[in-house]
């Protein structure tokens, strides 16, 4: 089975940076597409990131691209999120998914950014 854990959520300084680590287990081939969701109370959950694992493409919406990075390290299965110059906005819950979000949504991590 695929499973997904995000961790490496905290709290930190408007303008700070924070870097989520995803741990990739049980796909069957080594190319699949993983996301990074984020749902702020009261919000519905967005895609902030996604990447292909076999060519390293990355895709982010507009409004985050600069900001966040997202890589993966294959040979640790681990994908990552590098978050810069957060805002308050930024605050949510933070997932890890496939691309679609066709997994259980768990409980990810939080991030907490205070101004």
């Known amino acids: 089975d695929v499973q997904l854990q995000a961790s490496g959520g905290g709290s930190v300084q408007a303008g700070g940076s924070l870097t989520l680590s995803c741990a990739v287990s049980?796909?069957?081939?080594?190319?699949?597409?993983i996301g990074w969701f984020r749902q702020a109370s009261g919000k519905e959950r967005e895609r902030v990131s996604c990447?292909?694992?076999?060519?390293?493409?990355?895709m982010y919406p507009d409004a985050l691209k600069g900001r966040f990075i997202t890589s993966i390290n294959n040979a640790k299965n681990t994908l990552t999120l590098q978050m810069n110059n957060l805002k308050s906005e930024d605050t949510a819950v933070y997932h890890c998914?496939?691309?679609?979000?066709?997994?259980?949504w768990g409980q990810g991590t939080q991030v907490t950014v205070s101004s």
């Open positions: 990447i292909e694992s076999g060519d390293g493409r990355t």
């Open positions: 049980g796909f069957n081939s080594d190319d699949y597409a």
């Open positions: 998914n496939t691309r679609s979000g066709r997994l259980g």
